[in-house]
């Protein structure tokens, strides 16, 4: 595409890769990946899929963010690469873990490549919930049990009010709480406080959709006896209500009992400036 000025403009393909297992990409992604001139990497994207769906001549720039831990590659960083490489006339595939819409950036990444006239897609995948449940054998709307599912975070404190605790109390929609293990104690505490039924119970999903996948299952009030304080490996995925019961009955995959990562944690954040620096092998950041 060429721009009023007569610059050539490429193209910026937001697109997810799914929650873990290489193989739930969909089949969409895995083309414009085939086709991409750079890739601006999550760091919950399976390395498979990088070596089996990126062509040998692209970059691959890893842009991780990792929830409270001060090492994430700053946002302004991956709008700037967005920019810099789409004004280079290069097909762009921002790969995001699980669905790129849901608690991940996107609003500032659409934002950027609309203010700058740069073409984009959006092409969405299997949401971390989706894949954690299935592969836990928790169907999140089984009849009888929930009508309904509420995607939520709990990252930090001042995101839910008391207000709202009391009503995830009383629902009985199934709840679903991403980026929240480090703050479940807290978590389980509202609840209780709230009266939630003792027929809800409580499953923590680790890296679910791997190989690596545990899954921890409890009452909300047996919590402090069974799971508090426990280091959950990231990512890990929460999910409260009647359904959790039905893992007993319905799961398919045995724990790993694995203390391994399965996607490697961020150690050093990306800036401009050491990209910059970088060595480029072989296409490969």
Same mark, same amino acid.
């Given at each position: 595409?060429?721009?009023?000025?007569?610059?050539?403009?490429?193209?910026?393909?937001?697109?997810?890769?799914?929650?873990?297992?290489?193989?739930?990409?969909?089949?969409?992604?895995?083309?414009?990946?085939?086709?991409?001139? !750079?890739? #601006?990497?999550?760091?919950?994207? @399976?390395?498979?899929?990088?070596? *089996? $769906?990126? =062509?040998?001549? &692209? /970059?691959?720039?890893?842009?991780?963010?990792?929830?409270?831990?001060?090492?994430?590659?700053?946002?302004?960083?991956?709008?700037?690469?967005?920019?810099?490489?789409?004004?280079?006339?290069?097909?762009?595939?921002?790969?995001?873990?699980?669905?790129?819409?849901?608690?991940?950036?996107?609003?500032?990444?659409?934002?950027?490549?609309?203010?700058?006239?740069?073409?984009?897609?959006?092409?969405?995948?299997?949401?971390?919930?989706?894949?954690?449940?299935?592969?836990?054998?928790?169907?999140?709307?089984?009849?009888?049990?929930?009508?309904? !599912?509420? #995607?939520?975070?709990?990252?930090? @404190?001042?995101?839910?009010?008391? *207000? $709202?605790? =009391?009503?995830? &109390? /009383?629902?009985?929609?199934?709840?679903?709480?991403?980026?929240?293990?480090?703050?479940?104690?807290?978590?389980?505490?509202?609840?209780?406080?709230?009266?939630?039924?003792?027929?809800?119970?409580?499953?923590?999903?680790?890296?679910?959709?791997?190989?690596?996948?545990?899954?921890?299952?409890?009452?909300?009030?047996?919590?402090?006896?069974?799971?508090?304080?426990?280091?959950?490996?990231?990512?890990?995925?929460?999910?409260?209500?009647?359904?959790?019961?039905?893992?007993?009955?319905?799961?398919?995959?045995?724990?790993?009992?694995?203390?391994?990562?399965?996607?490697?944690?961020?150690?050093?954040?990306?800036?401009?400036?050491?990209?910059? =620096?970088?060595?480029?092998?072989?296409?490969?950041?």
């Amino acid at each position: 595409m060429t721009s009023g000025n007569g610059q050539v403009k490429g193209k910026v393909i937001l697109a997810a890769a799914g929650p873990g297992d290489p193989e739930l990409i969909t089949v969409k992604t895995a083309r414009y990946l085939q086709r991409a001139d !750079v890739v #601006l990497t999550d760091r919950l994207v @399976s390395e498979r899929i990088l070596t *089996e $769906y990126v =062509k040998p001549a &692209a /970059e691959i720039i890893y842009v991780g963010k990792q929830c409270r831990r001060g090492v994430s590659t700053p946002q302004a960083t991956i709008n700037e690469l967005i920019v810099q490489f789409a004004l280079q006339g290069k097909l762009v595939v921002r790969l995001k873990g699980g669905d790129v819409s849901i608690f991940s950036n996107i609003m500032d990444e659409l934002e950027t490549v609309v203010s700058n006239n740069i073409p984009y897609e959006i092409i969405p995948g299997v949401t971390a919930a989706l894949g954690a449940a299935a592969y836990a054998g928790i169907p999140l709307t089984a009849r009888g049990y929930s009508t309904a !599912v509420r #995607l939520l975070t709990y990252y930090k @404190s001042d995101v839910v009010t008391d *207000e $709202y605790w =009391k009503e995830l &109390a /009383e629902t009985n929609d199934t709840l679903v709480f991403y980026m929240s293990s480090e703050t479940l104690d807290q978590l389980v505490i509202k609840l209780v406080e709230n009266n939630i039924s003792a027929e809800k119970l409580l499953a923590v999903v680790e890296q679910a959709t791997t190989p690596l996948q545990n899954v921890h299952i409890c009452s909300l009030y047996n919590y402090e006896e069974e799971l508090m304080g426990k280091p959950f490996i990231s990512p890990s995925l929460v999910i409260i209500g009647k359904v959790v019961a039905l893992h007993e009955q319905f799961r398919w995959l045995e724990n790993s009992e694995s203390h391994e990562y399965y996607f490697k944690p961020v150690t050093n954040p990306l800036t401009i400036d050491n990209l910059n =620096k970088a060595t480029i092998n072989a296409g490969r950041v």
